[in-house]
């Protein structure tokens, strides 16, 4: 040990002397990790347990399709849209609730949460009216059409739009 330059963190071997703050040597049992308790392995590629980098950046265990629904929602934005309807007659219980993030600027987003909210509203009784046996998958996918439709015709983008219908 070096007394004039003391070395305060892990040591370079695992179970031998450290040092702390005050100056102390206590020893440290071996950690699992290669390190004293809080010290840890940084993963690499030859480590059986890291897969390694995935090639198109990102988590290396994040599949392509949710990578690139994460990039559309970080360039255009998020638009939840939620139905509360009735399970038998399929009739809307309450508004329709948009939450929506980097989507409108903050002064348009009064008027343009209203057309969106009055929009959504007649695609969903106009579906319904057409096909009142209808699915919720299929009805699912029907509101997200026409949703994103509508966005790109008022701000020329289409978000990640995700449409929630929940039935009582």
């Known amino acids: 040990m070096n007394t004039h330059r003391p070395w305060y963190g892990h040591t ?3 179970g031998s002397e450290y040092s702390d703050v005050f100056g102390d040597v206590t020893p440290r049992p071996p950690h699992p990790s290669g390190g004293h308790p809080g010290f840890q392995k940084k993963p690499n590629h030859r480590n059986p347990r890291w897969p390694g980098k995935n090639p ?7 599949p392509p399709h949710v990578a690139e629904l994460r990039a559309l929602m970080q360039e255009q ?3 939840v849209v939620t139905y509360l309807c009735d399970t038998d007659s399929r009739a809307l219980l309450s508004g329709v609730h948009l939450e929506s993030r980097g ?5 348009n987003g009064k008027m343009l949460h209203s057309q969106i909210v009055s929009a959504s509203r007649e695609f969903y009784e106009i579906a319904i009216q057409d096909i009142p046996d209808i699915e919720i ?3 699912n996918r029907l ?5 994103e439709k509508l966005l790109k015709e008022i701000l020329w983008r289409i978000p990640c739009v995700i449409v929630l219908i929940h039935t009582l």
């Open 12 to 14: 370079p071997n695992p």
């Open 56 to 62: 198109g950046g990102g988590h290396p265990k994040l």
């Open 77 to 79: 934005g998020v638009l």
């Open 103 to 107: 989507l409108m600027l903050p002064q």
């Open 137 to 139: 998958k299929d009805l």
């Open 143 to 147: 509101l997200k059409q026409d949703i």
